[in-house]
């Protein structure tokens, strides 16, 4: 069986309920609270890859305070969008499901239920 792993905020209403959804499908992932364990630039740059999306701002919560006040509409460099992203956890956008070097956004939640 392989590893399901969840990027998790449990403050997040979608987070909780993409949790709630697998475990209704049987599963029971790793959970990952990624704002008390930041992400490094690595990881950041891994989940891209799993994602599938051309850049790190495709998973990035663009209207929080922080993207705008380190004006991160401006930065093109992948790696500076990941750190940013490890600097500010808050920036991930959540909850991320990863399953066989895979991964999908849960908005909404049934997304996930293409990686089981």
């Known amino acids: 069986m392989s590893q399901l792993s969840i990027y998790h905020n449990p403050r997040c209403s979608k987070s909780r309920q993409t949790l709630q959804l697998l ?3 049987g599963q029971q992932p790793e959970v990952i609270e990624y704002l008390k364990t930041p992400l490094d630039i690595t990881d950041v740059l891994a989940l891209k890859d799993k994602l599938g999306v051309d850049s790190v ?3 990035m919560r663009v209207k929080e305070a922080e993207y705008k006040e380190l004006n991160l509409a401006k930065v093109e460099d992948e790696k ?3 750190k940013a992203i490890t ?3 808050k920036l ?3 909850p991320i499901v990863v399953k066989d070097g895979r991964a999908k956004i849960g908005r909404p939640p049934e997304n996930v239920l293409e990686l089981l």
Do not use: G, K, T, Y
């Open 87 to 89: 600097d500010h956890p």
């Open 57 to 59: 701002r495709d998973f």
């Open 23 to 25: 475990s209704e499908h």
């Open 92 to 94: 991930l956008e959540r």
């Open 80 to 82: 500076a969008l990941a």
